[in-house]
């Protein structure tokens, strides 16, 4: 089955402690992208990266910190530095190419709650 | 990207067509409109999208204004699994999706 996969579904984190969201595709999507959601609210970017070994800055980068060393990965780790990481946090891929409008196609979400 | 309204809510009996407005009065000449619906505690997912003309998929009809400053999405025929909270997005050359606060579609039986 091709998609985005994101795990875990459910993950507590510890006061001081980083964690690392896992988000996986299949679909030989160039694009990936990080969103958080908030209880009521819409979705807000926090990375995304266009191609392997680069990525941008989103609305709400800080206290988060991103890698894409493969095409089908893109983890996000919440670090200590983020005071308020209870959220939903989204994965999307796209294919990018130039001039085309891309659709992003989203994961399932991982919800993090901080003890 | 351009702003967009929809009602915050809306009620549809199954097996109706569902009918949910979105205003984009200043949407410019390359921005698209994507429809993406999102169902408690998922992930959103992708319905349609359009640039001027009207589009059907076997999810649902976008019917776009000849002026393009409003869009409506149709979901033919309604069933409980279409219970959602619907985003009507404008999306131009810049990488985010930009969701606002939707349209909350409750399909009673």
């Known amino acids: 089955d091709g998609g985005i996969t994101q795990s875990p579904k459910y993950l507590f984190r510890k006061e001081g402690q980083n964690v690392t969201l896992s988000c996986e595709q299949n679909?030989?999507?160039?694009?990936m992208y990080w969103y958080r959601q908030d209880p009521g609210q819409g979705l807000r970017l926090i990375y995304y990266?266009?191609?392997?070994?680069?990525?941008q800055k989103g609305d709400i980068a800080e206290g988060y910190s991103v890698s894409r060393e493969k095409k089908e990965s893109f983890p996000l780790t919440v670090t200590s530095a983020q005071k308020n990481p209870t959220a939903f946090y989204l994965c999307?891929?796209?294919?990018?190419?130039?001039?085309?409008?891309?659709?992003?196609?989203f994961g399932p979400g991982t919800r993090l709650l901080v003890l | 990207d351009a702003k967009t309204t929809q009602p915050p809510s809306m009620d549809c009996a199954e097996g109706r067509a569902a009918n949910l407005p979105c205003n984009h009065s200043t949407i410019s000449g390359n921005e698209y409109v994507y429809w993406y619906r999102q169902i408690h505690s998922q992930g959103p997912q992708y319905i349609i999208h359009?640039?001027?003309n009207n589009e059907t998929n076997e999810m649902a009809s976008l019917i776009i204004t000849e002026d393009r400053k409003s869009s409506t999405l149709i979901l033919p025929h309604a069933t409980l699994r279409d219970t959602a909270v619907y985003y009507c997005?404008?999306?131009?050359?810049?990488?985010?999706?930009?969701f606002g606060q939707g349209t909350r579609l409750t399909i009673n039986p």
């Open positions: 999307a891929s796209s294919i990018a190419r130039t001039g085309v409008r891309e659709t992003q196609y």
């Open positions: 990266s266009q191609i392997v070994n680069d990525f």
């Open positions: 997005i404008v999306k131009g050359g810049a990488q985010k999706l930009v």
């Open positions: 679909l030989n999507h160039d694009a």
């Open positions: 359009g640039l001027k």
